[in-house]
């Protein structure tokens, strides 16, 4: 025991990871384990930069081969993905998340699929502020995916609408979204 302890106060690095795989496994919204992060954060200021790149983080690793440089014709076409992370809990309706209640006024329509005879879902619900890789609508600081859970011809995939708003303009929001008639389960589970 005292020799393992020694072992960890010596070496940062084992630390950093041991944190980093207990925040990955033990993370929740309910218990999102605020002195781990905290002790995470200091170890990570004294580590070097290049190892902590090459390391395994809550971050998409960089590719492991250079797809432009083997293709160069696709190059031209890349694109920034964010890879997003959800865990599951309760959360704000006006923050970002995956499902859930969105920031929806209560005086606009929840959309409705006519072919399915449902209503769309919450899908997903991002903040300008958390995904600055996102380019938003300008005026607009939220953005909303929904979707109607079924298969729709011709791409056998859910219709999707994608809404922009203003936070600040939601002043009257609902508490509760139209429930979606039964349907394919993928789509919302
Ligand atoms: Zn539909």
Request: charged share 25%; aromatic share 8%; with cysteine.
């Amino acid at each position: 025991m005292r020799k393992s302890r020694q072992l960890l106060r010596g070496d940062p690095q084992k630390e950093y990871l041991r944190i980093q795989n207990e925040l990955v496994t033990g993370w929740t919204y309910a218990n999102p384990l605020p002195e781990l992060v905290e002790r995470m954060g200091k170890i990570r200021s004294q580590l070097d930069p290049v190892w902590l790149a090459t390391v395994r983080t809550c971050t998409t690793p960089p590719a492991p081969i250079d797809v432009g440089r083997l293709l160069p014709n696709i190059a031209p076409l890349a694109k920034t993905t964010v890879r997003l992370n959800p865990r599951p809990g309760s959360a704000a309706n006006d923050v970002s998340k995956m499902g859930g209640v969105f920031l929806w006024p209560k005086d606009e329509t929840w959309p409705h699929c006519e072919d399915h005879d449902s209503a769309f879902v919450a899908a997903l619900q991002l903040r300008k502020e958390d995904f600055p890789e996102v380019e938003f609508r300008p005026g607009t600081d939220l953005m909303q995916v929904l979707w109607c859970p079924n298969d729709h011809e011709p791409g056998y995939c859910p219709d999707v609408r994608v809404i922009w708003r203003k936070r600040a303009d939601v002043v009257d929001p609902v508490e509760v979204h139209p429930k979606p008639a039964p349907h394919e389960v993928d789509y919302t589970e």
